[in-house]
């Protein structure tokens, strides 16, 4: 089965000829063009082909193909649209989607396993991971250089090199 990709999330009809608001989950909201087709979460086998696409606000207002009224796009409201992983936007060296860290197993520079990575948090001028521990607690740490040492996603590992303290509750 192929992997999906989540890209937007319709929260709303807007007007009364069929668009919805898409609040876009990519860094590449211009991939929201005339004849792109997404999966929805709610049913993986359905499809849906963007007719128009334009921007307002923080939202993308998508026109699907064939839906032309408010109501036909009203039971759109709050599912996930995703694309087929082989679909992404190539990344530059060194720069990964968060689907591909999540579940990595995170391990100290001297080979100790830590945990693995649970989430990304957006908070600021650089993300913050959280590592689930092998306790079961939660430990966050920035996103730099200075503490994320390797991240390998064939061999599906990060290496950290956290100050003292930085484990710990």
Partial sequence: MKRLVI??????????????RVQPLTDFPERY???????TDENPSRSL??????SHKQYILVQFEGLAD?????????????IPEEE??????GRYYIYQLIGLKVALVDGT?????????SPGP???YVIKKLDGKLAYIPAVKEFIKEINIDKGIMVIDPIPGMLDE
């Fill in 70 to 82: 408010r109501n036909e796009v009203e039971a759109l409201r709050g599912i996930l649209l995703q």
């Fill in 7 to 20: 890209i937007g999330r319709v929260t709303a009809p807007h007007g009364i000829k069929g668009e919805v």
């Fill in 113 to 121: 396993e830590v945990g693995s990575l649970a989430e990304v948090l």
């Fill in 126 to 128: 650089h993300d913050v």
């Fill in 49 to 54: 082909v963007v007719e128009t696409a334009r």
């Fill in 88 to 93: 992404t936007m190539p990344l530059p060296e």
């Fill in 33 to 39: 063009t005339r004849g792109l087709r997404v999966m």
